[in-house]
């Protein structure tokens, strides 16, 4: 790609929104349509175009006043989404995606007076992030916090097998759930209560706002088809609930409740 002039453009569109989600590399379903709607909050969605093509999507999660870009809380890969068919020759590959995030930071810098965002782990260079106002510090800089994603690939996995190659812990623990029941659920209110008592054992109270949250991506979930909750249940009850969203190249695993007098079973 040549030295562009690029455009931003909101994009309405669910259906052509998520059709490009899911061709990135770093789309991912915390990007999609349902999922942003699930939140409560304002966002919106931008289209990145150079004068031939649209090159990279950037999903922006705003707080009431729409002056500043959110981190949201459980979405963990948002932020800039590049295009598949964005790179013609692959030693380009870093010029362009450089080139495109330089131009977001710009644009959004301009836009909005703070600004947060939670990458994909598949988002391989920080350097416009890192450089912003380098000479000028007292303009303004991003802090920026690495995290970790762990990744479990099962697509070559036997599941007949499977247990003999875990831990001998693992193994024990595995033969001790044997009899119990695991199942797809829909009762949102038992995870959620289940979901409070988690953190009550701790003694930490969740604010009304964070159920209501965790409440609200839950059904989204389950009602359009893109999440799953099971429950395990030992003879003494339901002593486990978990929630997993699914795009098409990959399941996350999000929330996950227990009873906290059946912590012992192996449940979890």
Not at 157 to 173: G, K
Not at 181 to 210: C, K
Request: overall charge neutral; some cysteine; hydrophobic content about 40%.
């Amino acid at each position: 790609m040549a030295k562009a002039q690029f455009e931003l453009t909101e994009v309405g569109d669910d259906a052509l929104w998520d059709r490009l989600v899911a061709t990135s590399p770093q789309g991912t379903v915390f990007s999609q349509s349902g999922f942003l709607r699930s939140l409560g909050c304002p966002f919106k969605r931008y289209l990145i175009s150079d004068p031939q093509k649209p090159v990279a999507l950037c999903c922006a999660v705003e707080d009431p006043s729409c002056e500043q870009l959110l981190a949201y809380d459980f979405t963990p890969y948002q932020g800039i989404l590049f295009l598949p068919d964005l790179f013609i020759l692959p030693r380009q590959r870093v010029l362009d995606e450089f080139r495109i995030t330089e131009f977001v930071v710009t644009a959004f810098t301009e836009r909005y007076r703070t600004i947060a965002m939670s990458m994909s782990w598949l988002f391989t260079d920080l350097r416009p992030f890192l450089w912003h106002n380098y000479h000028q510090s007292d303009l303004g800089q991003f802090k920026v916090t690495p995290r970790y994603t762990g990744i479990l690939d099962l697509r070559n996995v036997d599941s007949a097998t499977l247990p003999a190659q875990t831990r001998a812990c693992r193994r024990q623990e595995l033969r001790k759930a044997a009899a119990y029941i695991v199942q797809e659920e829909r009762d949102v209110d038992r995870f959620l209560a289940l979901y409070a008592l988690t953190f009550a054992r701790q003694d930490i109270v969740l604010p009304a706002s964070t159920l209501a949250l965790v409440c609200g991506i839950t059904n989204a979930a389950l009602e359009q088809g893109y999440g799953r909750l099971t429950s395990c249940t030992t003879p003494q009850g339901v002593a486990s609930m978990t929630l997993f969203l699914f795009d098409r190249q990959r399941t996350y695993y999000l929330f996950a409740a227990n009873d906290p007098d059946l912590r012992n079973t192996g449940a979890a």
